[in-house]
């Protein structure tokens, strides 16, 4: 499939990291787009996972944040963002 955007950035910030961020960031890079994630502008909530462990949402953030640095955006503070586009 050919990609949408060619060379268009998308700076991603919002509610539910694990969630809704993390889906708009992965379709966004699937569309071609260059992803760039404000971390300290997205928050989510404690998580239980199947097991019943309750995780906490600064984990459950750092966790998915690294998720999508891995493959799909590049993971800055908004200050750094602000400073360098």
Same mark, same amino acid.
């Given at each position: 499939?050919?990609?949408?955007?060619?060379?268009?950035?998308? /700076? *991603? $910030?919002?509610?539910?990291?694990?969630?809704?961020?993390?889906? !708009?960031?992965? @379709? +966004?890079?699937?569309?071609?787009?260059? /992803? *760039? $994630?404000?971390?300290?502008?997205?928050?989510?909530?404690?998580? !239980?996972?199947? @097991? +019943?462990?309750?995780?906490?949402?600064?984990?459950?953030?750092?966790?998915?944040?690294?998720?999508?640095?891995?493959?799909?955006?590049?993971?800055?503070?908004?200050?750094?963002?602000?400073?360098?586009?």
């Amino acid at each position: 499939m050919e990609p949408l955007a060619t060379n268009a950035a998308l /700076v *991603i $910030v919002g509610v539910i990291t694990n969630n809704s961020v993390e889906a !708009t960031v992965r @379709s +966004g890079g699937n569309l071609g787009f260059d /992803v *760039i $994630v404000a971390a300290d502008a997205c928050f989510t909530f404690d998580q !239980t996972d199947l @097991s +019943g462990r309750l995780w906490p949402a600064e984990d459950v953030h750092a966790l998915s944040l690294s998720n999508l640095a891995m493959d799909y955006a590049r993971v800055f503070q908004t200050s750094e963002i602000l400073a360098n586009h």
